[in-house]
């Protein structure tokens, strides 16, 4: 009898639940990342150092990906959060038409990325829709005229930092929605009455929103930014369906461009895994600052 | 000429909704006044319009002789406490109530001598240093209190501020605000549900149902002279019973007539009955502890369930198919025995189409 | 005078920030309808059109048709010189989506030759022609159609059955080390996975799963049983066991319980993690971009078609067909959003 109740245990133990989870990630994702940080230090003869991280900086457009990677993390996280920040102030304030207007500015972003290439790339072409509404809602003649453009503007010809902040303006279309969400779920979670007593107490609209809602909200805005933020660093798809490789270089595109060329170059594996480790470094980075704030938010909310 | 002054004040929500209407009220200065009401019958939309946290659809509101409608929750020099308390969970205490001062832009000793001043009236010495999050709920209730007397306000507003705490706590609390209201003498509105935290709190209650007001007086005058059906219904517990009588005239004797009993009135209603009410129906209206029971009395009725409530018993019976409940001392009593009712002179009599008090 | 000045204030700005997410979408759709002729004007038109109105001289010195189309500044402009029917009638269909018979373009033409005169005609484009030609041009378009919906549904299988799993532990049991579960699965998402993608690669031939779909349901699984597990442990948190227990008191037995009384509850749940999974197979480029070689899903073809302008409208139609699924599952979930990073 306590035998069998013995094993009875054993399989009834909640651990066996994770058993799956636990050899899935060991097979699919440990491995491979183990892997790849081991080929990052050893040379195709086997030797031990740090001979791949001296090739990828020999990489004619390192530095440029580098460059490119940090200025648009940078500023397409300003750019969207100021403006996710305002929409969901503005959404939060239940205006008329509030909820169409919420369903309208989130359609960005549900749509998958190549659908995202066609449809800016259809924009971008010299014929492309970009140039057609500014000539058919009469923009383009009154930039003309204001000396600011001469004829259809050449979009894709663009190339070094103009390339970057065009990427960033179509990035910011893309994912500022889900920025918004998360700042707006913070808000509507806010307790009105804070903001009222502030204002009772002596707080102008604007005192109140600074001194009160910002602070009490902080844990949602510091999420929606660090989720952001390494998704900007990340950042490479979009660049390469709007410009091709090699001419927007960032360093998760640097990853890409080699791993594809494996089949063809010797040393495109040593280059990709070498790169990998910048994302290794970036994402257990912000992921040990975001365990720490939502600490605090878990502490806060006790 | 009053302190606050409300005139005609009507608030309409979407050009569709009226949440109160008609409101007047005038308020002496130093005084407490409860706003009580069911929920939804308009109490703390008065107060938010107040406050200025809700606009006002029409009329006026005056404090100190000057309109205030139009001028911003901060330019009305009010202090409140909100249902939630919102006690702001990001600052400390201290903080907590210096914020105000600060926007006030008082000096640093200042601010820290009115903050240890407050807190030793409210007794919340020891936590000036902790974050709300590690308060109880009766120790965030003071720091509201704290962070609302320390701007020493023209008005002290508060929003159902006891709804929160349980029942112990609640009435402990209750005393306190009176005696800090004793202390510091503030003009006071306080806005509840709670019908005991009104009669013991306030100098004066306004009873508000649907928007409008039902009756303004004291706790006495209150319950013993309630205008309307509303109000003996709503305040007592156990409510006021109600009977649907006829009154007629015999032999110049008013009589007021049921199918369970007939009583000869005297009261000083009795001129208004004779001219207005003769044959026709009204509402007399008992409170339970009005009856007498077993004392001579008139209507025969069956104890039907007892109530022990330790200093007196609640009996439950039925009089023409109406549920009866009656505040009784016969400690003995038990379910079942018959008994024979009376009732004293304390009744009130309403007309049965306004619900009105007939005097 | 004020408020009204604020508010108009405030609509502007909202009618400018739909404008600026309506346009460009407005103009995807209008290029996914549109004809070849249609994608080569300039500028474009923003709504898609229903028809072209065509005219129709007879130039008897040559013995042929000219065909002309109205375009966007209502000019009519010379597109075409025939003298045979059936070229025309291709001409139309290739050209400007207008599916006809020969012999209606032989009756309606002969008007133009009998009168000697330029006759005018408004032709219906056939609506979806480029939906129907998406599929057909695109060599593989239904089958990569197929692989997409075939990864998702795996993707779908693996996450819920292995996630939901870690989900129910993390609810209702007494397991330790629940915090390092959810640091691990908030790394393991944040983890970008073309990062991994040359071992990955590796690994998978190995197992005989690259260029499958199997092979890609799996990658995509990586960051979604993470995520199922979140999702599905704050709905078994949110089922009070009081349900459960109240369920077994009247009478029932386990089984039935659970089939009666957990499953419906936590279905919306199991619901919208299955759309995650989903969407995230659906809207993939990058892994499939690495892991595949000839079994490509629709989004990988998407955007390999990027490169070709000449086909641009039927690519705008596949872009649609990719669009709506997706579209659909992240409104349904919208409320879930905010859960995924909590």
């Known amino acids: 009898m306590l035998e069998k109740g013995h094993v009875k245990e054993i399989i009834k133990s909640p651990y066996l639940l994770l058993v799956p989870a636990l050899l899935f990630y060991l097979i699919f994702w440990f491995v491979p990342v183990a892997t790849s940080l081991y080929e990052s230090f050893t040379t195709i003869s086997g030797k031990v150092g740090l001979n791949n991280f001296i090739l990828v900086l020999q990489d004619s457009l390192f530095l440029d990906a580098f460059v490119n990677t940090l200025i648009f993390a940078l500023l397409s996280l300003l750019l969207q959060f100021a403006l996710a920040l305002g929409i969901a102030v503005l959404v939060n304030q239940n205006f008329k038409g509030s909820k169409l207007f919420l369903f309208v500015i989130l359609i960005p972003m549900a749509l998958p990325p190549s659908a995202i290439g066609i449809l800016w790339n259809t924009g971008l072409v010299e014929s492309g829709w970009i140039n057609s509404f500014l000539a058919t809602s009469g923009i383009q003649n009154v930039l003309e005229a204001l000396g600011i453009l001469k004829g259809p503007t050449l979009w894709k010809a663009v190339s070094g930092l103009e390339a970057v902040m065009t990427l960033i303006i179509i990035d910011t279309w893309t994912v500022m929605p889900s920025v918004m969400i998360i700042i707006l779920a913070g808000l509507q979670n806010f307790n009105e009455e804070y903001k009222e007593a502030a204002q009772i107490f002596g707080a102008t609209k604007w005192q109140a929103f600074r001194d009160v809602v910002i602070p009490i909200i902080k844990p949602s805005i510091v999420t929606a930014l660090l989720l952001r933020l390494i998704s900007g660093l990340q950042v490479w798809l979009i660049g390469v369906m709007l410009f091709g490789f090699n001419n927007v270089p960032f360093l998760v595109e640097r990853i890409v461009y080699y791993t594809d060329k494996v089949r063809t170059a010797t040393n495109s594996y040593k280059m990709a895994n070498a790169y990998s480790i910048f994302t290794l470094g970036h994402v257990f980075t912000v992921a040990f600052l975001f365990l720490r704030v939502t600490k605090d938010k878990k502490e806060g909310a006790k | 000429m009053s302190y606050l002054k409300l005139e005609n004040v009507k608030k309409v929500y979407n050009n569709k909704v009226t949440a109160v209407d008609n409101f007047n009220l005038e308020i002496e200065k130093g005084e407490f006044i409860a706003f009580l009401g069911p929920s939804g019958c308009g109490k703390t939309t008065t107060l938010r319009m107040i406050a200025g946290l809700e606009s006002v659809t029409h009329g006026d509101i005056t404090l100190e002789g000057k309109s205030i409608v139009g001028l911003t929750p901060r330019e009305r020099g009010i202090s409140m406490i909100f249902q939630s308390y919102a006690v702001w969970p990001h600052m400390t205490v201290y903080e907590n109530v210096a914020y105000a001062l600060k926007l006030r832009k008082l000096k640093k000793a200042d601010i820290d001598e009115v903050v240890q001043d407050v807190a030793k009236t409210t007794d919340i010495v020891q936590y000036l240093n902790r974050y709300p999050s590690q308060l109880s709920g009766g120790q965030r209730q003071r720091v509201a209190v704290a962070r609302a007397i320390a701007v020493k306000p023209k008005l002290f507003l508060m929003d159902e501020p006891l709804s929160n705490l349980d029942a112990k706590l609640r009435v402990s609390m209750r005393t306190d605000l009176k005696r800090i209201h004793q202390n510091v003498k503030s003009t006071s509105i306080f806005v509840t549900h709670d019908q005991s935290e009104a009669l013991s709190l306030a100098d004066r209650i306004v009873v508000m149902n649907h928007g409008v007001i039902e009756q303004i007086g004291t706790a006495n005058e209150i319950y013993h002279e309630s205008e309307t059906m509303f109000i003996a219904k709503f305040i007592g517990s156990p409510a006021s019973n109600f009977f649907v009588v006829n009154v007629i005239l015999e032999d110049g004797e008013v009589y007021l007539v049921h199918d369970d009993f007939k009583v000869q009135f005297n009261g000083q209603e009795k001129d208004v009955l004779i001219k207005n009410y003769l044959d026709k129906s009204v509402v007399l209206s008992i409170r339970p502890e009005n009856f007498t029971v077993n004392k001579g009395g008139f209507i025969k009725a069956k104890a039907k369930i007892i109530e022990p409530q330790g200093s007196h018993i609640i009996i439950n019976t039925d009089i023409g198919g109406e549920e009866i409940k009656i505040v009784s001392d016969l400690l003995e009593l038990e379910s079942g025995e018959n008994i024979l009712l009376g009732f004293n002179d304390k009744v009130l009599l309403f007309d049965s189409e306004t619900e009105k008090r007939i005097k | ?342």
Request: no cysteine; proline share 3%; glycine share 4%.
């Open chain 3, 1 to 342: 005078m004020e408020n009204i000045l604020k508010k108009t204030i405030l609509y502007l700005v909202i009618v400018f920030i739909s404008l600026s997410v309506l346009i460009p979408l407005s103009y995807l759709v209008t290029i996914s309808f549109s004809s070849q002729i249609e994608v080569n004007d300039y500028p474009k038109k923003m709504l898609p059109s229903l028809y072209h109105n065509i005219a129709i001289k007879w130039d008897a010195e040559n013995q042929n048709y000219i065909v002309m189309r109205e375009n966007n500044e209502g000019i009519f402009k010379e597109l075409y010189i025939s003298s045979k029917y059936d070229k025309i009638r291709d001409y139309m269909k290739t050209q400007l989506n207008i599916d006809m018979t020969t012999e209606r373009i032989e009756k309606d033409f002969n008007v133009a030759k009998d009168t000697g005169e330029i006759v005018e005609y408004k032709y219906y484009k056939s609506f979806f022609n480029n939906y129907i030609k998406f599929f057909t041009v695109f060599s593989g378009a239904e089958k990569a159609l197929i692989n997409s919906i075939k990864a998702a549904l795996i993707t779908i299988l693996i996450s819920m059955s292995i996630g939901g799993a870690v989900g129910y532990a993390l609810a209702r049991t007494s397991i330790k080390k629940k915090e390092a579960i959810r640091i691990g699965s908030l790394i393991v998402r944040m983890f970008p996975m073309v990062s991994i993608s040359v071992p990955m690669a590796v690994l998978l031939v190995r197992y005989g799963l690259f260029d499958s779909m199997l092979g890609l349901a799996i990658v995509y699984s990586i960051p979604n049983i993470g995520l199922t597990a979140a999702i599905t442990r704050s709905i078994f948190i949110g089922v009070s066991k009081e349900y459960e227990e109240a369920s077994l008191v009247f009478g029932a037995t386990e089984a039935q319980t659970f089939r009666k009384i957990t499953f419906p509850l936590v279905l919306p749940a199991f619901a919208a993690s299955s759309m995650y999974a989903f969407i995230t197979a659906w809207n993939d480029t990058a892994v499939s971009l690495l892991l595949t070689n000839k079994n490509e899903t629709l989004a990988l073809l998407i955007y390999k078609s990027i490169g070709g302008a000449s086909s641009i409208h039927y690519a705008a139609s596949g872009a649609i067909v990719l669009i709506l699924p997706a579209l659909v599952f992240t409104f349904l979930l919208k409320n879930y959003i905010t859960q995924m990073w909590g």
